[in-house]
């Protein structure tokens, strides 16, 4: 087993609302968010996300959103990019098609969390899977409607 | 020997003992003496479970899964934990055990480069690889010669590839297409692409591309304009430049919606341009949206196409005050109509009052008067701070403006909201509201009100008065309304022609809410007017208030205040003005 590659897997967290989330959640939905989240897998030297398209790749910060808020290291994979496209291919054809994108439940963080899985057998950070359920919680209670919108981000979060 | 009685489940005494790491154990069908766990072997499409020894060989692991999923041992790919399971590796080695998951993927037979034959040396190189790389090439019609990745010809082979090597060509177009809307990078790169430019640079070609779009077809029928357009190939190619080069698109959008604004404050050029995006624009737009298969927030909110937008153009009309009049005459109603100073504050700046477009429609609606919202109205009176913050946020002015210059991407955001995908009605008023409320919200008196904590108190009391009106008397509500608005005398019919348009007003409590709205909707177009562009009621009704004028009827405030209730009608605001002063009977004579 010695001799597979390992390549580096990294998740890149943007905050689409460009830091109004956390200021206005507590107003706007009664509640501190602090951000309204949206992630992309880098590896092998792309960076790859799901959105109102369908899975998507682009080279890494290269999306509309430019640099991520954070990133975080998941470790490495033995993956290699073929196998990986492979893998992508499968889901581009049953779970992430273009048309299963659904804001709250079937996101940009629903597929970055089965990739890193996928990937590397770890979970992205819980604060990003959770936050559908979290707006849900509040919009519904509070009657708003300001949830702020996805900046200019062709693919949502 | 093999004691059948001491066996678990059946398993068969191996041979060797326990597997052996690097040892080739495919002729061992079970695994040695252990006890059997559950592993979950996940695909992309498919889960299950499956119960293998614990100490099983990766080969027998996929043994089982082949039969599973009825696909060859060498076809399987096993991950578990970033790490490729080799078939001479052991479960336990991975620690793989009872309950984990391992993710599976399922070499598809035109592989367009077998896995680990041209990245990774080390798949030839390791034991049980004989399995693997010999079958492959026979599995792998693919051209071999294809290199993983670079190069822009590998790049278009694996823009095949995401298609799924689909053999509907239709299908694969698609694809492509809405791959490239969504990756800039990617278009910029097929750009680049000689091969590509040269097809650009033949505009002949290009129209065939175009025109052989069903769609394109279909629009073309019905704008000739358009095919104009095609065939002129000097556009053609400003087109290709533009398409190559993503910033100067962004930059002639630009400029083209700043044209578009100018347009709309020529008199007559709103109705032009309305005329222009219903005519053209619209079924553009659905015909793109239709060819490329994604406006990525139509996925989002599943919404029909909406392109039955009312007007694409923003309403510099200042909506009337709905809540000035009755904010005003409420305490000069008991006062006899006074109509000084009181109700010019309500009348010169609509617009401040009604900072959040509360259409006075959506008072008979529960939307405004939930309770979500009151408790937001609140929080955001008792909090200015937060409001002034918010509001001189810059991106929020920048965000607000290009949501006014696209009321239909606001519209798709709003629609988002999972609070109206239940109630289409909402959804509708909401629509209509939208520019309304972009505007406003650009509005920096508007602004200024918002921040104001008693004036959004304010607010929200008469609000809750309404409210509470509506539940006391929901009769009486529409034939109030009209004396409320227009300041008169309660119980005096007046002479508008509110009561006379609104023949739905009658008091079956059930139907107040659509009666009111009604009402309600008639009563802002009229206030609205008939489309013109100017900015206030007296600039609207200079030629009236001139002509009023000229008849005597000095008091300039009162006269607006007429012209306003009644539309410009000008006879009408005479009667008003005279039942309501009747000192003014002297003056004329």
Known sequence: MAQNNSFPVKLFIYDLSGGMARQLSPVMLGRQLDGIWHTGVVVHGKEFFFGGAGINNCLPCGTILGQPNSIVDLGYTEVNEDLFQEYLDSLAESEYRGDTYNMFEHNCNTFSNDVVQFLTGKKIPSYITDLPSEILSTVLATGSFAVPPPLSCWDGG | ?589
């Open chain 2, 1 to 589: 020997k093999l004691d059948p009685s001491c066996s678990i489940g059946g398993v068969k005494m191996a041979e060797q003992g326990a597997a052996d790491l690097g040892n080739n154990n495919n002729n061992k069908p079970e695994a040695s003496e252990g006890t059997i766990i559950k592993v979950t072997v996940k695909t992309p499409k498919d889960k299950e479970e499956i119960a293998i020894a614990e100490d099983a060989s990766v080969t027998q692991f996929k043994e089982e899964i082949s039969k599973r999923f009825k696909a060859k041992q060498d076809q399987l790919v096993l991950i578990f934990a970033g790490k490729i399971l080799k078939d001479g590796d052991s479960l336990s080695q991975h620690g793989i055990k009872d309950g984990l998951t391992v993710h599976l993927v399922i070499k598809t037979a035109h592989n367009r480069a077998a896995d680990g034959s041209s990245t990774s040396a080390s798949s030839s190189t390791s034991t049980q690889a004989g399995n693997s790389s010999a079958s492959s090439p026979a599995a792998n019609p693919a051209p071999t010669t294809v290199p993983t990745g670079s190069g822009g010809f590998g790049d278009l082979a694996s823009l095949a590839g995401l298609g799924m090597g689909s053999a509907n060509f239709m299908e694969l177009q698609q694809q492509m297409q809405r791959q490239l809307m969504s990756n800039p990078e990617m278009l910029s790169q097929i750009m680049e692409n000689p091969l590509v430019q040269n097809m650009m640079s033949n505009p002949d070609l290009m129209r065939q591309m175009i025109m052989a779009n069903p769609q394109m077809q279909q629009l073309m029928e019905r704008n000739p304009e358009i095919s104009h357009m095609l065939n002129n190939p000097e556009l053609m190619r400003q087109t290709m430049e533009l398409a190559r080069n993503p910033a100067m698109m962004q930059e002639m959008m630009r400029n083209q919606d700043r044209a578009l604004s100018n347009l709309e404050s020529i008199p007559g050029g709103y109705n032009a341009l309305r005329r222009m995006y219903t005519d053209i624009q619209e079924p553009m737009f659905s015909a793109a949206r239709e060819q490329f298969g994604s406006n990525p927030f139509s996925a989002l909110g599943g919404n029909s196409d909406s392109g039955a937008q009312p007007s694409r153009t923003e309403n510099r009309e200042p909506l009337p005050n709905p809540w000035g009049p009755p904010n005003s005459s409420n305490p000069s109603e008991s006062g006899g109509g006074t109509t000084g100073s009181t109700s010019t504050s309500g009348t010169t700046n609509p617009s401040v009052s009604n900072p959040l477009g509360v259409n006075p429609a959506s008072l008979g609606n529960g939307m405004f008067n939930s309770p979500g919202m009151q408790s937001l109205l609140q929080q955001i009176s008792e909090n200015p701070q937060l409001m002034q913050n918010m509001l001189s946020a810059p991106y929020m002015r920048s965000m607000m403006q290009s949501l006014a210059q696209n009321p239909e991407l606001a519209s798709q955001v709003m629609m988002n909201n999972p609070l109206f995908s239940g109630n289409p009605q909402l959804q509708e008023q909401f629509r209509s509201q939208l520019p309304i409320f972009l505007q406003q919200m650009q509005n920096p008196e508007a602004l200024s009100v918002m921040t104001n904590p008693r004036a959004m108190q304010a607010l929200m009391q008469i609000q809750q008065g309404l409210q509470t009106l509506q539940t006391e008397a929901p009769g009486l509500m529409p034939s109030l309304w009209p004396s409320l608005m227009t300041g008169g005398i309660p119980g005096v019919p007046t002479g508008g022609a509110v009561p006379a348009e609104n023949p739905a007003s009658s008091p079956s409590s059930a139907a107040t809410n659509p009666a009111q709205q009604q009402l309600m909707q008639q009563m802002l177009q009229m206030f609205a007017g008939g489309g013109g562009s100017s900015q206030t009621p007296e600039v609207r009704f200079q030629t009236q208030l001139d002509q009023l004028n000229a008849m005597g009827f000095i008091n300039r405030e009162a006269n607006l205040q007429a012209l306003i209730a009644t539309g410009g009608d000008i006879n009408a605001a005479i009667e008003r003005l005279l039942g309501s002063q009747p000192s003014l009977v002297v003056s004329i004579s």
